[in-house]
């Protein structure tokens, strides 16, 4: 048994360990802050598929499903185990906190670690479907956010890029220095060159969504009705030259594009639906590594406080639209709206007053440090309340095993 004391010990956003009782804690605090389900759902529940279920709004979309829709099925996820020098990721110790949730509650939830891209992970979940879940799959949501991609024709690796197009982009961003305070900064990115927007696409559209539909069809896994959501954002007008107009707005047009012809197709095949569900900033691994979005994600809440809905609430909101539970609200272009909390005009608008008089020496008073910092710390595990960080842990937890 490897057993520790950990603390953390990190080069800005990013931590080399991950606490797995503070994983486990939060894994918890999620489920209990899932709204109960409106009804009960019939019999075993329906299937559903989570792709990238180990963090962020993947892992909101694996506890809202369990909870608040009935789902059972399969997340799929890309994780590091323990080693005897470190800790696993903490997605890895999510996980095994989701599944020990999944099982209490007495739904069959499988949870695979592997790279999602693949053609040989494809073939592990649809293996399962048949073999376990009846030869249907309900629903499948895809929350992968990646940098890199091995396209399963080509052999080729693309690498996404956080790049403006056409020109560079200057932004404000935040960091904290090794004794925590903060700094705001100015940083420049340069614009996309050569072939970096059709890289992002390559990893960050909708090609790897499309090959998950294509093969599951092809092995006629589909049931009568199955919807699917992918996740993507739209954000402000602040981080819009970074986000929406850079690289990764292209790919998230391209996954928005996709959903429009998914959405045809299965609509005349089985009955189905495709959308893409828009939803609002959230602290994430991903979202740190964009510039400018620490700074952004943490003034709004500087702004809304508790009003910024966190991913567990919007993740149950997702559920009801895609189960009937709630009508299904779809924006002008075909989109499920979950972000309307950011972007209303007086939102927006004392969010930019704070970005423009925020300097080192006055972002404490209009962003909320606290909770930023203490959400990045929690991506891996620390500071969740409650936890005591003084006491040994093991880190060498298991993945769930998933024997029928
Ligand atoms: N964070 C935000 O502010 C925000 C807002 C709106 C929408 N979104 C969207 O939500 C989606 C998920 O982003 P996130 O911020 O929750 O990310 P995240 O980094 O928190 O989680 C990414 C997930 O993808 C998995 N993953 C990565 N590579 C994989 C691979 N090769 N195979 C299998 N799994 C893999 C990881 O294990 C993890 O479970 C993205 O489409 C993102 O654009 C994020």
């Given at each position: 048994?490897?057993?520790?004391?950990?603390?953390?010990?990190?080069?800005?956003?990013?931590?080399?360990?991950?606490?797995?009782?503070?994983?486990?804690?939060?894994?918890?605090?999620?489920?209990?802050?899932?709204?109960?389900?409106?009804?009960?759902?019939a019999g075993d529940g329906p299937v559903a598929l989570v792709v990238g279920s180990s963090a962020g709004y993947g892992l909101a979309a694996t506890l809202a499903g369990l909870k608040r829709a009935g789902v059972r099925g399969i997340g799929v996820s890309f994780e590091k185990a323990p080693t005897a020098r470190r800790t696993a990721t903490a997605g890895w110790?999510?996980?095994?906190?989701?599944?020990?949730?999944?099982?209490?509650?007495?739904?069959?939830?499988?949870?695979?670690?592997?790279?999602?891209?693949?053609?040989?992970?494809?073939?592990?979940?649809?293996?399962?479907?048949?073999?376990?879940?009846?030869?249907?799959?309900?629903?499948?949501?895809?929350?992968?956010?990646?940098?890199?991609?091995?396209?399963?024709?080509?052999?080729?690796?693309?690498?996404?890029?956080?790049?403006?197009?056409?020109?560079?982009?200057?932004?404000?961003?935040?960091?904290?220095?090794?004794?925590?305070?903060?700094?705001?900064?100015?940083?420049?990115?340069?614009?996309?060159?050569?072939?970096?927007?059709?890289?992002?696409?390559?990893?960050?559209?909708?090609?790897?969504?499309?090959?998950?539909?294509?093969?599951?069809?092809?092995?006629?896994?589909?049931?009568?009705?199955?919807?699917?959501?992918?996740?993507?954002?739209?954000?402000?007008?602040?981080?819009?030259?970074?986000?929406?107009?850079?690289?990764?707005?292209?790919?998230?047009?391209?996954?928005?594009?996709?959903?429009?012809?998914?959405?045809?197709?299965?609509?005349?095949?089985?009955?189905?639906?495709?959308?893409?569900?828009?939803?609002?900033?959230?602290?994430?691994?991903?979202?740190?590594?964009?510039?400018?979005?620490?700074?952004?994600?943490?003034?709004?809440?500087?702004?809304?406080?508790?009003?910024?809905v966190p991913p567990i609430r919007q993740l149950a909101a997702l559920w009801d639209q895609l189960t009937g539970a709630a009508p299904l609200e779809l924006d002008e272009e075909g989109r499920i709206r979950l972000d309307r909390f950011e972007l209303t005009d007086d939102v927006q608008a004392a969010v930019a007053d704070r970005w423009e008089s925020a300097t080192?020496?006055?972002?404490?008073?209009?962003?909320?440090?606290?909770?930023?910092?203490?959400?990045?710390?929690?991506?891996?595990?620390?500071?969740?309340?409650?936890?005591?960080?003084?006491?040994?842990?093991?880190?060498?937890?298991?993945?769930?095993?998933?024997?029928?």
């Amino acid at each position: 048994m490897n057993e520790r004391v950990l603390t953390p010990r990190n080069r800005g956003f990013l931590f080399l360990d991950s606490h797995p009782a503070g994983c486990e804690r939060l894994v918890a605090d999620m489920w209990e802050a899932c709204p109960e389900p409106v009804r009960e759902p019939a019999g075993d529940g329906p299937v559903a598929l989570v792709v990238g279920s180990s963090a962020g709004y993947g892992l909101a979309a694996t506890l809202a499903g369990l909870k608040r829709a009935g789902v059972r099925g399969i997340g799929v996820s890309f994780e590091k185990a323990p080693t005897a020098r470190r800790t696993a990721t903490a997605g890895w110790y999510r996980t095994a906190a989701t599944a020990d949730i999944a099982r209490a509650a007495g739904r069959d939830l499988v949870l695979l670690n592997g790279d999602a891209f693949s053609d040989a992970m494809k073939d592990q979940v649809a293996d399962l479907i048949e073999q376990r879940f009846g030869g249907r799959l309900d629903y499948l949501i895809y929350s992968v956010a990646a940098p890199r991609r091995t396209d399963p024709d080509t052999g080729t690796v693309h690498a996404s890029v956080l790049k403006p197009i056409g020109r560079a982009n200057r932004t404000r961003t935040l960091v904290f220095d090794d004794d925590g305070a903060p700094e705001v900064r100015e940083v420049e990115t340069g614009p996309a060159e050569g072939n970096d927007v059709e890289q992002t696409v390559a990893v960050m559209g909708g090609a790897d969504w499309e090959r998950w539909i294509d093969h599951l069809a092809g092995r006629g896994l589909l049931a009568d009705g199955f919807a699917t959501a992918a996740l993507s954002y739209i954000g402000s007008a602040l981080t819009a030259a970074i986000y929406r107009q850079g690289t990764i707005g292209a790919a998230k047009a391209h996954l928005e594009a996709t959903a429009r012809s998914l959405d045809e197709r299965l609509g005349r095949t089985v009955g189905g639906r495709a959308v893409t569900s828009v939803n609002g900033a959230a602290v994430t691994q991903s979202s740190t590594a964009i510039p400018g979005i620490a700074l952004y994600t943490g003034l709004l809440r500087g702004v809304l406080g508790e009003g910024l809905v966190p991913p567990i609430r919007q993740l149950a909101a997702l559920w009801d639209q895609l189960t009937g539970a709630a009508p299904l609200e779809l924006d002008e272009e075909g989109r499920i709206r979950l972000d309307r909390f950011e972007l209303t005009d007086d939102v927006q608008a004392a969010v930019a007053d704070r970005w423009e008089s925020a300097t080192t020496a006055t972002v404490a008073e209009l962003a909320d440090l606290d909770w930023f910092r203490g959400e990045v710390r929690r991506l891996y595990g620390f500071s969740v309340p409650g936890v005591d960080y003084t006491a040994r842990v093991a880190t060498d937890v298991p993945w769930p095993a998933h024997t029928a």
